[in-house]
């Protein structure tokens, strides 16, 4: 069972990058929550933004509202973040994770398995 993301890279300030995470040995499952984080040099790891597989309800930080998507494939158990008008303090390592719970889908203590991380850097 494992999460495996990809995309990410180097972009200028006010670009776009895709990320995806797809899913394998486990599909996603109703009470699903699918999660981004983000973690910044120096920084704690934070909530980017989370889907709800069940009723594709989807919750973003203020910081990204209106600029990241958050998206799904369910056909290929797959979840994407769009991220557009990027701004260097979007740098960080993002990584997607799944709760299996239906816990806080804003804490990651409530996600059970994690893919690895993919860099986002953003220069201004």
Excluded: H
């Amino acid at each position: 069972v494992q999460l495996q993301a990809s995309g990410g890279g180097l972009v200028l300030a006010g670009g776009s990058l895709g990320l995806a995470c797809a899913a394998s040995g486990r599909p996603f499952y109703a009470n699903d929550y699918v999660g981004w984080f983000r973690q910044a040099p120096g920084k704690e790891r934070e909530f980017v933004a989370a889907l709800r597989w069940r009723n594709y309800n989807r919750y973003y930080a203020d910081s990204v509202k209106g600029r990241f998507t958050i998206s799904r494939d369910a056909a290929k158990e797959t979840v994407y973040l769009q991220m557009n008008n990027l701004k260097p303090e979007d740098t960080a390592v993002y990584s997607c994770a799944v709760n299996w719970r239906g816990g806080n889908y804003k804490s990651q203590d409530e996600y059970n398995l994690w893919g690895q991380g993919t860099q986002v850097t953003v220069s201004s």
